[in-house]
């Protein structure tokens, strides 16, 4: 009796690893607020993407070609900051990779919300000011490339990423019946896109009628969420 109970429970760690929110759940989130800064960075800083680099390498060119509305500068400043969070979210996986995925997750959610934080504070002191244009694209790439780190190595089925859409788009389409697959993973796919538009278009708008302080407020305000309530499970 004593020793089918002991197989049949699980181990404090596992109930500890699958408390709270469940990280499809979280990454399904998380896309919403690529799509808010992304909008926030495009409309509100210059035509300059600090999520989506397939955008931003494109961009760079646009620039380099003398484009108007478009800036070498700021393109490379959202680019290397980028960088720097993707070597600093690899960083923190080869610490916790050994460790709880749940404490792993949130504490680089935590660390984006934090950066975040800084944006939103930085635009709600000073609205409208050129001189933070550079602080608000290093701060932002910088959180995004992180997490991107993050969420690669965290390997949940059909989000390599939350900032690019376009292997989620081909998946979908290529692994669909008209494809010649089963269609798996369909669900997670278009909700994937349905996020990130939802997100663009609530940024875009806020942007577009009150500046860049509340998308990037509740982008801060949703990481903060999910890194207090993010589980290890998928």
Known sequence: MDQNTDQNTPPQSYDREARGVRLVAVLLGLTVVSGLIDAVS?????????????????????????????SVPHT????????VGA????????????????TWARVSLGAEALLVGVAAVIAFAAP????TTYPLIALTA????????????????????????????TGLVADSVAGGGSGPGSLRRV?????????????AW?????????????????AGAFAVTASGRE
């Open 206 to 222: 806020l942007t577009l009628h009150d500046g860049m302080r509340y998308p990037l407020l509740i982008a801060a305000l949703t």
């Open 87 to 102: 070597a600093a979210g690899g960083r923190i996986a080869v610490r916790m990779d050994t460790g709880s995925r749940r």
């Open 128 to 131: 409208g000011d050129g001189a």
């Open 142 to 169: 910088f959180a995004m490339g992180m997490r991107n780190a993050t969420v690669r190595k965290l390997k949940v089925s059909d989000f390599s990423t939350t900032t690019v859409l376009t292997m989620t788009l």
């Open 76 to 83: 490379l400043t959202s680019l290397g900051a980028f960088l």
């Open 42 to 70: 495009y409309l509100g800083l210059g035509h300059v993407f600090v999520a989506n680099m397939t955008g931003n390498v494109v961009v760079l060119g646009f620039a380099a070609a003398g484009a108007p509305g478009f």
């Open 191 to 203: 909700l994937a896109a349905v996020t990130m538009v939802v997100g663009a278009c609530l940024g």
